[in-house]
């Protein structure tokens, strides 16, 4: 890709993630996002295709942009590893369900491959640090990721709970599932910067 077309798409996907963060996915269009980002609707058309494959591009993003760090600091042994499965499901829910849920909203079902795929890379890598402390690593991999999910979270939040005691919870279930016992207060996530 041409270093112009790969500043454009930058600046497309800046745009997009800034106006739908402040608007809501449904009330933010292709022309909006195309005068944000300074181009025209047309080059957003042929780089992206639709709507659809635009907020795809987007939740890709901001999932490589979290990624590789956190799968970093998940293999790092100088932590113990109940603190750095903690640690991953807290960024987890600050860096990609609170920023993403709006995005899969509007996904509805598309890029279902590419989700799959970072899903099994998460789940290869939390199960072998839970490995180090449990024999049922695998399995559990898969609890701890089936909590932090969007839907679920939007089910919570139109329930009444605050998006910081949602991801309190999914801590808190988290070290119970791992260990039979209650979260201790020294090891509750600091209050969140993120909104949702």
């Given at each position: 890709?041409?270093?112009?077309?790969?500043r454009?798409?930058?600046?497309i996907?800046?745009?997009?993630?800034?106006?739908?963060?402040?608007?809501?996915?449904?009330?933010?269009?292709m022309?909006?996002?195309?005068?944000?980002?300074?181009?025209?609707?047309?080059?957003?058309?042929?780089?992206?295709?639709d709507?659809?494959?635009?907020?795809?591009?987007?939740?890709?993003?901001?999932?490589?942009d979290?990624?590789?760090?956190?799968?970093?600091?998940?293999?790092?042994?100088?932590?113990?590893?109940l603190?750095r499965?903690?640690?991953?499901?807290?960024?987890?829910?600050?860096?990609?369900?609170?920023?993403?849920?709006?995005?899969?909203?509007?996904?509805?079902?598309?890029?279902?491959?590419e989700?799959?795929?970072?899903?099994?890379?998460?789940?290869?890598?939390?199960?072998?640090?839970?490995?180090?402390?449990?024999?049922?690593?695998?399995?559990?991999?898969?609890?701890?990721?089936?909590?932090?999910?969007?839907?679920?979270?939007?089910?919570?939040?139109?329930g009444?709970?605050?998006?910081?005691?949602?991801?309190t919870?999914?801590?808190?279930?988290?070290h119970?599932?791992?260990?039979?016992?209650?979260?201790?207060?020294?090891?509750?996530?600091?209050?969140?910067?993120?909104?949702?």
């Amino acid at each position: 890709m041409r270093a112009d077309a790969v500043r454009n798409e930058r600046a497309i996907l800046l745009a997009a993630h800034r106006l739908i963060c402040e608007n809501g996915v449904d009330q933010v269009s292709m022309n909006d996002i195309a005068a944000e980002a300074g181009v025209g609707k047309g080059t957003l058309f042929r780089r992206f295709g639709d709507r659809a494959g635009l907020v795809g591009a987007l939740f890709e993003q901001l999932t490589v942009d979290w990624e590789t760090g956190a799968l970093d600091r998940l293999a790092d042994p100088a932590v113990p590893p109940l603190h750095r499965v903690l640690a991953f499901v807290t960024e987890l829910f600050d860096r990609m369900v609170v920023p993403g849920r709006p995005l899969l909203r509007a996904m509805d079902g598309h890029h279902g491959e590419e989700r799959i795929r970072h899903y099994r890379l998460w789940q290869e890598h939390l199960a072998t640090v839970i490995g180090e402390f449990r024999p049922d690593g695998d399995f559990l991999a898969h609890a701890v990721l089936a909590t932090p999910r969007g839907q679920f979270v939007d089910l919570l939040i139109d329930g009444g709970m605050t998006l910081d005691e949602v991801r309190t919870g999914v801590v808190a279930f988290t070290h119970t599932t791992l260990t039979g016992a209650l979260l201790p207060p020294d090891l509750h996530p600091p209050p969140s910067a993120c909104t949702g």
